[in-house]
Structures are given as C-alpha cells and as structure tokens.
C-alpha cells in the first residue's frame, strides 16, 4: 500500500521552463530595469531590502498587500492528513468505491473478509474511520488490479505536501535558478528572475511579541492572482534577540493541492522556497504543473478527503 509519497505521484513531477516563458520572461525583467533603482542585497540574508523594493516600484508587475496579525502560539495546522490519517483514509475510502461501483451490499464485503456487518456498515458512514487493523483486513480482500487502479487514480488528485532536498548546482530548472540568484546578486538580478519565473512571495516579520507584519506580492501574471492560494504558515517563534547569530534556514516544499479558478476545479504543483531567521521568514512560491480534474472518481476522492480534512 502506497504511503503517499513523491515518487507515488506522477502529477508531482517537476517541469522546467519552456523556451518561450524564458523569452517572454527576459522581455519583462529588461522593461523593469528601466523603471526601479538598484539597492544591492548587502548578504543572502537581507531580503528587508527586498520587501522595500517591491514596496516602491511604481510600475511592479506585482500586487502588493500588507497587514498585521497577532502571533499565534499554536503549531500551524497542516494543510495535509498525516501519514497514517492517509494511509487510513485512502483504505477506507477504497472500501466505500468498491462497494458502490460493484453494486455489493456490505454484508457481502464482511463475509469476504471475515469481519462482522456492522463494521463494514460503520464504514459506508461519512466521518467514520476504521482502525488500520480493520482497514488493511478489508484491502486485502479486494482484487489487486482494482486496487492499483484505485491507487492511481489517488495519487492523481489528492492534495500533499512534499518535502525537498536541496537540488545539486548544476540543476537548470526553475527552483535552482532562484536558489543561486538569491544566493549572491543584487536586487535587480533577483527581481529579474522573479518576474522570468512568476515566483510570488511572502514576507512574515516579528515587530514585537504580540503582533506580525506579513507583506506579500503575487505576480500579476501567475494563474494563482486568480486564487486566494497561499503557502502552509512559516514556523515561526519570537524571540528578544534582533539580530541572527548564524545563517537562515532554507526549506523546500512541493505542495500539490486543488484550486478552483472560475467554474474549474484544477490540482495544483507548486514549488515553494522558504527562508528563515530570527523573528523572521520569506517564502517564494510558482506553479511548476497543473492539471484539470474531470475523472469522476477522482472527483468523488477529492470530495470525500476534503470532507474528513475539515
């Protein structure tokens, strides 16, 4: 049984930029430079400088927002089932399509895999989970080539958060790229290839102990300006110390998760970049793939997980 991870997913592979989106990008980063000064990032570390930037350029292929809000002392939610929640949810789920798309009654389902009609009925309820005993008894009992079948058809549209390793420096795609610029240019280099690339960012900022600035800019031409899509929350803790005594963490995530623009319900790629310090945090994050859900069991897949992750 799969557990859900990277290598399960074929809607998770990453697609580099085509020849077309570098041209068109290029187009745009020399139309900026004209138009903003060039205050240098003085370290990789100082993306303040970054912010501001954004904060004054008239004519930003960017739209800015910012507020405040109070720090939570709560762990962010994750926008995704665990492990184990999915290895259970998918099992049961498994259970419920088989028993409605074969037209059986769960009391046949229970005589095959020796449990009692009670629990099998207890499955077909919405919000009931079975425990991973009675689950993995019930997968055993169904068909393996309708089991693949079904597997596929999860891993085609169930929304999952991945974590990354670092990719190596000869890498070409999107994410390397602006993990090297990031790494060591000035704020022209660095805006150029945010524009080129349609990377959207993030910035969260301790002010106090009590309250947080967020600032963010989504690229105006990025299918995500058409959502109210954001990354899962930076870890973040406040701490009385301004100034970072060592170098900021650098995560990466691959977040595939369904959004709807206009009247169509798409699953989503997107890779994000995440900077951190003390009392501080900035993400970056683009669209690396989407497809459209029109496949009615994937569909019906989607449904039921987003209704037991609520």
């Known amino acids: 049984m799969s557990k859900g991870s990277l290598h399960d997913s074929d809607s998770c592979l990453r697609t580099k930029v085509s020849p077309a989106e570098l041209s068109s990008g290029e187009s745009s980063g020399e139309q900026a430079v004209d138009s903003r000064k060039e205050p240098r ?106 089991i693949s079948a079904f597997e596929r058809d999860c891993n085609a549209c169930l929304p999952r958060l991945f974590h990354m390793h670092r990719p190596s420096e000869s890498s070409s795609d999107s994410i390397s790229r602006l993990l090297r610029t990031v790494s060591g240019s000035d704020t022209t280099r660095i805006l150029d290839n945010l524009i080129e690339n349609k990377w959207n960012i993030r910035r969260h900022e301790y002010l106090s102990r009590v309250e947080t600035e967020v600032f963010r800019a989504n690229h105006t031409a990025s299918d995500l300006i058409k959502t109210d899509y954001a990354p899962p929350p930076p870890r973040m803790c406040w701490s009385a110390e301004a100034r970072d005594l060592k170098s900021p963490n650098c995560t990466l995530w691959l977040h595939r998760t369904p959004l709807k623009v206009g009247d169509k319900l798409n699953l989503y790629t997107i890779h994000i970049a995440e900077y951190s310090g003390r009392n501080w945090a900035t993400q970056f994050w683009r669209i690396e793939a989407n497809q459209d859900l029109t496949n009615h069991r994937q569909m019906d897949i989607l449904k039921a997980y987003l209704a037991e992750k609520a």
């Open 41 to 146: 990032i003085s370290s990789v570390h100082d993306f303040s400088i970054l912010t501001k930037t954004l904060k004054e350029w008239a004519d930003s292929p960017f739209r800015v927002n910012e507020h405040r809000l109070q720090p939570s002392n709560t762990t962010p939610t994750s926008q995704a089932l665990n492990t184990i929640e999915f290895e259970i949810f998918k099992i049961t789920e498994m259970a419920r399509r088989w028993i409605v798309e074969n037209g059986l009654s769960p009391y046949k389902l229970a005589l095959t895999t020796g449990t009692s009609p009670s629990q099998v009925h207890r499955i077909m309820e919405p919000g009931w989970t079975p425990s991973l005993k009675l689950a993995r008894r019930i997968a055993s009992s169904l068909p393996e080539d309708w």
